[in-house]
């Protein structure tokens, strides 16, 4: 059984720029959500993906979004980057029905300059 | 009302020591509370996790306490060790059979000294 992973561990970009962030969720797992973890704090809700459609969204604009792919595999795409967006993005995968427990990926950690 | 309150900040314990961190929450809706430990440059990991209907979990060297009416949930780390320096956050979730969302508190920073 295979882990939750993320591509790519690192990223720089520049203000304005977009980025795209893919994660491939836990084997046997249909549901993605999406984390964003600023220094030092908890990860906060972005969204959650189930059946290639968004199943829920946190306090985010827009300018966020995300795919999910057939093989349960999804996208974080964020234009428009500002500064603030900096932060350890993080993946969790689930299983929607009576899937309490979300398990973690190792996250992408973004700098915008 | 979506937000999880967690105390300490940092904590510095001995080898062997208790560790005990403390969070609170306002949404009575929540019916699902993990902890999570998180190494620097690692995801968080699930540590622990309880149901609201019961008062005490323990796994190992890893004990939730849970007070309801209170509305409170604390992690003990009993026998403490060096290794479980990292930080640990509470969380909660609401779930109706579907997915959940999770929220998180601010997290700990435990130090265990050797």
């Known amino acids: 059984e295979t882990g939750v992973t993320q591509s790519p561990t690192h990223l720089i970009k520049t203000r304005g720029q977009q980025v795209t962030l893919r994660c491939s969720s836990q084997s046997g797992h249909n549901t993605v959500s999406w984390y964003q973890q600023a220094l030092g704090q908890g990860p906060q809700f972005i969204f959650q993906y189930y059946r290639e459609e968004e199943n829920g969204r946190g306090n985010f604009p827009p300018r966020f979004s995300g795919l999910q792919f057939p093989n349960y595999s999804s996208e974080l795409n964020v234009n428009a980057l500002e500064l603030d967006d900096s932060a350890l993005y993080l993946c969790?995968?689930?299983?929607?029905?009576?899937?309490?427990?979300?398990?973690f990926g190792p996250g992408t950690r973004l700098l915008v300059l | 009302q979506q937000q999880v309150k967690q105390s300490p900040q940092s904590l510095i314990v001995q080898k062997g020591g208790i560790s005990i961190i403390n969070c609170a929450y306002e949404n009575t809706a929540f019916d699902y509370f993990p902890w999570y430990q998180q190494f620097p440059g690692k995801g968080p990991a699930l540590l622990i996790a309880i149901r609201p209907d019961v008062s005490e979990k323990k796994e190992g060297r890893f004990t939730i306490s849970f007070n309801k009416s209170a509305k409170q949930f604390s992690l003990h780390i009993m026998d403490s060790q060096p290794g479980d320096s990292a930080t640990y956050f509470c969380?909660?979730?609401?779930?109706?059979?579907?997915?959940?969302?999770?929220?998180f508190g601010s997290g700990t920073q435990l130090t265990v000294l050797p």
């Open positions: 969790a995968s689930s299983l929607y029905h009576g899937g309490e427990t979300q398990y």
């Open positions: 969380a909660a979730s609401i779930g109706s059979g579907s997915a959940r969302q999770l929220t």
